[in-house]
């Protein structure tokens, strides 16, 4: 059985994701695709606010139903940790820039995440 994530960091000049426990040992690291210079991730210190296991997501000029285990950092919704099918799909590597502001993390990953990480957890993003 896994123990509970105690804190997510996402760094944005390597393009990684670090998860803690609760003893704050690193038990995970993953290489994600955050957002592009024309549309950057916000830092900050967040936490985990909603979590769907698919959403539609919208925003200005993009429509993308079915993205999966998404895990909203802001309370607005419009920042949000999730898998990206589609960019494996297209075998677009993970640690580029690539989104519209949301950090895409590889689908096992983002599976993992959701299912071991409450809502409440602490988020940050940090360059």
Same mark, same amino acid.
């Given at each position: 059985? $896994? !123990?509970l994530i105690? /804190?997510i960091?996402?760094?944005? /000049? ?5 998860v803690?426990?609760?003893?704050? %040992?690193?038990? =995970?690291? $993953? ?9 950057p991730t ?9 979590k769907? &296991? /698919?959403v539609t997501? =919208?925003?200005r ?5 079915n $993205? ?8 607005n919704?419009m920042?949000?940790?999730? *898998?990206?099918?589609w960019?494996?799909?297209?075998? %677009?590597?993970?640690g580029?820039p &690539?989104?519209?502001?949301?950090i &895409?993390?590889?689908s096992?990953?983002?599976?993992w995440l959701? !299912?071991n990480?409450?809502? *409440?957890?602490?988020v940050s993003i940090?360059a």
């Amino acid at each position: 059985m $896994v !123990e509970l994530i105690a /804190s997510i960091v996402v760094d944005l /000049s390597d393009q990684k994701l670090y998860v803690y426990n609760q003893q704050q %040992e690193l038990v =995970r690291t $993953v290489l994600v695709s955050s957002g592009k210079g024309a549309t950057p991730t916000p830092m900050g210190v967040g936490q985990v606010y909603d979590k769907y &296991r /698919s959403v539609t997501m =919208r925003g200005r000029g993009y429509v993308a139903p079915n $993205v999966p285990w998404a895990m909203c950092i802001t309370q607005n919704g419009m920042i949000c940790m999730h *898998g990206a099918p589609w960019q494996e799909q297209a075998n %677009e590597a993970f640690g580029v820039p &690539r989104s519209h502001g949301c950090i &895409r993390i590889p689908s096992p990953h983002a599976r993992w995440l959701f !299912e071991n990480t409450p809502k *409440g957890t602490p988020v940050s993003i940090q360059a």
